[in-house]
């Protein structure tokens, strides 16, 4: 039995188109489901893969079936699956080692996945792993305490329609910044306060915030630790991996000690102002997908936005359009 899966043959600096083609649908191991895909969501972290900037931290086997969440139904579970059942819908961010959310099925493993809430669509739901994740573990990695003041510069794509309300709900003080046609939306959203970045300057508006979730990198970076008061927290999804980073990850002592060299300049800066820089990569949680929606209802729904689908045989057009930027909220993939 064949599926059609969207696969990446190869890394390449400059971006390289994925290839459409049929595979073996593969056989769920003893603790793995296979979910029938419906719908997968398209991140920048799939443009990163592509161009080979993240295979110091996960290195993968080419040919590479792309996609790193997705939303489905349990088709078949493995002999040593106890928490889900056939016919149950599903999301999840893949495992960092096994990623393979744009094809017709995916083999995962179930300690990623948890049941989709009865109010979500599958497109809907394959808004939220990704980026529910990343807030879940940015704000328990910055230790957010409700009163504290957390500024998302650039919050106003995907990441940010999760994190903003997330970090609301823990009672904190959101303030974010981008573009003046956003600022409506991101404030309804939970943020208290919106820095147009056309206008105003967030390293001479701000100061003396508690916690910063940065989403820009590059030399922004060094400008948002700026704005930490003594003994704030900067949490990175896109600045260097450091010795901290690796430690956590729990990889080997050559690559920690490469990964300590590569922060090192961001961890001086930090350090040198009473102030403590990190680096995220997400990783996989199911349970922690079941405590998120928890949180939430029908009447206080899991915050999701749809901002375009693509059918899977134009996959090369959703990644190109995650790659311009300017998103409202999620490239969705249509799947099923």
């Not at 083999?107 to 980026?131: M, Q």
């Given at each position: 039995?064949?599926?059609?899966?969207?696969?990446?043959?190869?890394?390449?600096?400059?971006?390289?188109?994925?290839?459409?083609?049929?595979?073996?649908?593969?056989?769920?191991?003893?603790?793995?489901?296979?979910?029938?895909?419906?719908?997968?969501?398209?991140?920048?972290?799939?443009?990163?893969?592509?161009?080979?900037?993240?295979?110091?931290?996960?290195?993968?086997?080419?040919?590479?079936?792309?996609?790193?969440?997705?939303?489905?139904?349990?088709?078949?579970?493995?002999?040593?699956?106890?928490?889900?059942?056939?016919?149950?819908?599903?999301?999840?961010?893949?495992?960092?080692?096994?990623?393979?959310?744009f094809a017709e099925y995916a083999a995962v493993d179930e300690g990623a996945l948890a049941v989709i809430p009865g109010y979500l669509s599958f497109e809907e739901a394959a808004t939220?792993?990704?980026?529910?994740?990343?807030?879940?573990?940015?704000?328990?990695?910055?230790?957010?305490?409700?009163?504290?003041?957390?500024?998302?510069?650039?919050?106003?794509?995907?990441?940010?329609?999760?994190?903003?309300?997330?970090?609301?709900?823990?009672?904190?003080?959101?303030?974010?910044?981008?573009?003046?046609?956003?600022?409506?939306?991101?404030?309804?959203?939970?943020a208290e306060r919106f820095i147009d970045y056309r206008t105003e300057d967030y390293a001479t508006e701000l100061s003396d915030v508690d916690l910063v979730l940065d989403t820009l990198?590059?030399?922004?970076?060094?400008?948002?630790?700026?704005?930490?008061?003594?003994?704030?927290?900067?949490?990175?999804?896109?600045?260097?991996?450091?010795?901290?980073?690796?430690?956590?990850?729990?990889?080997?002592?050559?690559?920690?000690?490469?990964?300590?060299?590569?922060?090192?300049?961001?961890?001086?800066?930090?350090?040198?102002?009473?102030?403590?820089?990190?680096f995220l990569f997400v990783h996989e949680d199911g349970l922690g997908l079941d405590r998120l929606a928890r949180g939430f209802d029908a009447a206080h729904p899991l915050p999701t936005?749809?901002?375009?689908?693509?059918?899977?045989?134009?996959?090369?057009?959703?990644?190109?359009?995650?790659?311009?930027?300017?998103?409202?909220?999620?490239?969705?993939?249509?799947?099923?």
């Amino acid at each position: 039995m064949t599926m059609k899966a969207a696969i990446l043959d190869g890394y390449d600096k400059n971006g390289r188109a994925l290839a459409v083609r049929d595979i073996p649908v593969p056989e769920p191991a003893a603790s793995e489901v296979l979910v029938r895909v419906h719908a997968a969501g398209v991140n920048p972290l799939d443009n990163m893969i592509v161009r080979g900037e993240v295979k110091l931290i996960t290195p993968y086997a080419m040919p590479l079936v792309m996609g790193n969440e997705l939303a489905g139904v349990v088709e078949k579970v493995g002999p040593a699956v106890r928490r889900l059942k056939v016919g149950d819908r599903v999301y999840g961010r893949l495992p960092l080692a096994k990623i393979g959310a744009f094809a017709e099925y995916a083999a995962v493993d179930e300690g990623a996945l948890a049941v989709i809430p009865g109010y979500l669509s599958f497109e809907e739901a394959a808004t939220v792993p990704l980026t529910a994740l990343t807030a879940i573990q940015a704000l328990d990695l910055l230790d957010a305490q409700a009163g504290q003041t957390l500024f998302i510069p650039g919050g106003t794509g995907s990441l940010g329609a999760m994190a903003i309300p997330i970090a609301a709900r823990r009672g904190l003080r959101v303030i974010t910044s981008g573009s003046a046609a956003n600022r409506e939306r991101v404030l309804r959203l939970g943020a208290e306060r919106f820095i147009d970045y056309r206008t105003e300057d967030y390293a001479t508006e701000l100061s003396d915030v508690d916690l910063v979730l940065d989403t820009l990198g590059g030399d922004e970076v060094a400008r948002e630790l700026g704005v930490l008061r003594t003994g704030g927290r900067l949490v990175s999804l896109k600045g260097m991996p450091n010795g901290r980073f690796a430690k956590r990850m729990g990889m080997p002592a050559l690559k920690r000690l490469l990964f300590a060299a590569a922060g090192h300049k961001l961890d001086r800066l930090a350090s040198s102002q009473g102030k403590t820089y990190d680096f995220l990569f997400v990783h996989e949680d199911g349970l922690g997908l079941d405590r998120l929606a928890r949180g939430f209802d029908a009447a206080h729904p899991l915050p999701t936005s749809v901002d375009a689908i693509f059918d899977l045989d134009q996959v090369n057009g959703a990644i190109e359009k995650v790659l311009a930027g300017r998103s409202k909220g999620k490239t969705i993939l249509r799947v099923r």
